[in-house]
């Protein structure tokens, strides 16, 4: 029997469980979707979403591990077996497929970390960009030595343990993260023009707000918390009986939304102070931030401190996501957590070559319409995840609603005021708004 790993200390809890949370959805992702819906008034939305729904659903998910201490598949045989342990299934599943092709997108990252640092990307016309970045992901090759370069140090942090590993490497990510994003900020906010873009976030324009704003703050705030797939039932799982869970979810809530806000205020300023558009989608990142950072003087060093962030930030989830995985083979299957890691982490790299070569090589290869990259995403964020999201609310809602009562009282025996409230969201509100992310994946909505 392998004894199971905790927790050192509180603050290492949070600040692991925030990094899973913290990944390139919240500095790729939420300043252009930002930026295609109206900015402030998306900022709001996505604020109430995340702090109703997703700090609900990820109190739920710790509950279940921390009332088990087990991965995400034994923690639902522990409580109720039958065919919930099939969520939990969902879950490994989901971040075995993710993983794979986003580490596949980390591995740009680090690729444009040495592109900063040599010079190649200090150019300001962003065609010519767009010509790089193109060329970059169509190659067959380098791409996937940056992937196994990615998926190395992913499984160097896993394999070490959760308190010598990760919890370690979070203490050094984490703060690391925050430092290089204020610096950012600081430089974006003092350009010529940036007040044009704090405006456009921090100034809600409730006049662009449709249904598709909220459907997009929702997805956003769902996807953005690492939620569905039991990522968070696993970190919960090393955390001890007196600790405050209600209160750490609140914490890696909050830290999560604050990397995406400050993001926000990294990025959107320092668009508008050049004249680029805000509403680029995804090639904001790797096309249009480039230019914005070779207008700026010094502008290698700040786009490299930027790759730099995402970079952190990509593996501070990556880590939890491998996590998921490892964690069920060393509880389940009794293998040691080295073997486990080392495997799980070549199979998964070998998942990912297809989604990279799907940029170039294999761009003609299609699955029911999709490329390979396109369909693993579309399986796992529009899938996978929020059917492990749905059933983890319906679970903690209507099925073990009493043992989640009193895990929540277990660090002072008090069954906290807001309860019924949490339970109203959980059992009926979260399930609802994950229902419709799922459908409107689906294309039914």
């Known amino acids: ?65 921390r009332m088990t201490a087990k991965n995400a598949i034994g923690a639902f045989a522990k409580l109720k077996g039958g065919a919930w342990p099939l969520v939990g299934l969902c879950g490994v599943a989901a971040a075995f497929i993710i993983l794979s092709f986003y580490s596949v997108v980390a591995g740009w990252t680090i690729s444009y970390m040495v592109k900063s640092i040599t010079g ?15 060329g970059f992901i169509a190659d067959p090759v380098s791409p996937l030595i ?12 896993v394999l070490a343990g959760v308190g010598s590993g990760i919890e370690r490497a979070s203490k050094i990510l984490m703060p690391a993260l925050f430092a290089l994003l204020l610096v950012l900020i600081v430089r974006s906010v003092t350009l010529p023009g940036a007040g044009e873009g704090i405006a456009f976030l921090l100034s809600p324009d409730f006049s662009k707000v449709t249904w598709a704003t909220v459907s997009e703050a929702l997805s956003q705030a769902f996807f953005s918390l690492s939620l569905g797939m039991g990522a968070m039932i ?11 869970i209600a209160s750490s979810a609140g914490w890696v809530t909050l830290l999560d939304t604050s990397v995406a806000v400050m993001a926000g205020l990294l990025i959107l300023p ?30 290698s060093i700040f786009a490299f401190m930027f790759f730099l962030l995402l970079g952190i930030a990509a593996l501070t989830s990556a880590v939890s996501i491998l996590e998921v995985v490892v964690a069920y083979f060393v509880d389940d299957r009794g293998i040691s957590r080295k073997w486990a890691s080392i495997t799980v982490g070549v199979i998964i790299f070998l998942l990912g070559i297809p989604s990279s070569l799907s940029m170039g090589l294999m761009g003609e290869f299609k699955i029911f ?42 660090h002072n025996g ?4 807001w309860i019924n409230g949490w339970g109203i969201i959980v059992k009926f509100i979260a399930p609802l708004a994950i229902a419709f992310i799922l459908l409107k994946g689906l294309g039914v909505l």
């Open 120 to 134: 190649a990307l200090a150019i300001e016309d962003p065609a010519a960009l767009g010509s790089i970045f193109g």
């Open 1 to 65: 029997m392998i004894k199971r790993e905790h927790w050192g200390s509180r603050l290492g809890f949070i600040l692991a469980a925030a990094g899973s949370a913290v990944g390139l959805g919240n500095i790729w992702k939420f300043p252009y979707m930002a930026g295609e819906n109206g900015g402030g008034a998306f900022l709001l939305i996505y604020l109430a979403l995340v702090f109703t729904i997703g700090l609900s659903v990820m109190l739920a998910e710790m509950v279940i591990g």
């Open 234 to 244: 696993t970190y919960g799982s090393y955390l001890s009986k007196k600790e405050n």
């Open 270 to 299: 320092a668009v508008f102070a050049f004249g680029f558009d805000p509403s680029a989608g995804p090639g904001l990142t790797f096309i249009t931030l480039p230019a914005v950072f070779a207008h700026m003087p010094m502008g």
């Open 369 to 410: 319409g999709l490329g390979f990259f396109d369909l693993m995403d579309y399986v796992s964020s529009k899938l996978l995840l929020p059917i492990g999201g749905l059933f983890i609310s319906l679970f903690v809602g209507w099925v073990v609603w009493g043992k989640a009562k009193e895990d929540i009282a277990a």
């Open 414 to 417: 008090v069954v906290p005021f």
């Open 146 to 157: 940056y992937h196994a370069i990615f998926m190395a140090l992913t499984v160097f942090v």
